[in-house]
């Protein structure tokens, strides 16, 4: 490789139909893997729990959320409010109070 010849490296992450972050070709998101390196685990620690991720991915999406802390906290804060709102939704929908009687009734 010369010196004037730039490498350019993808980071393996995509959005899918419904706007989450997955990580590669899988259905990991990158909200577990950043939640998991958060809570301590190395890559190699990851990569156990998530085998479908290759160890290289996990390498890439963590070096990225070292780089770009700010812009994935920013999304995970959208992430975390949009799971509150489809949770207040879904309660309005369907109430959890009383549903164990609900459920018995239904028998």
Known sequence: MSPE???????????DADGIL???STRVTLDVIIS???DGGTAEEIA???PSV????????IGYYLSH???VEQYLAQRGQKAVE???TNEQKFPPQGIRARLLARR
């Open 86 to 88: 489809v949770r207040e």
């Open 48 to 50: 156990q729990q998530y």
């Open 36 to 38: 998991a390196f958060l």
């Open 69 to 71: 802390g700010e812009e």
């Open 22 to 24: 997955r990580v590669g």
């Open 5 to 15: 010849q730039v490498l350019v490296q993808t980071i393996p992450l995509a959005y």
């Open 54 to 61: 290759s160890l290289a991915d996990l390498y890439s999406v």
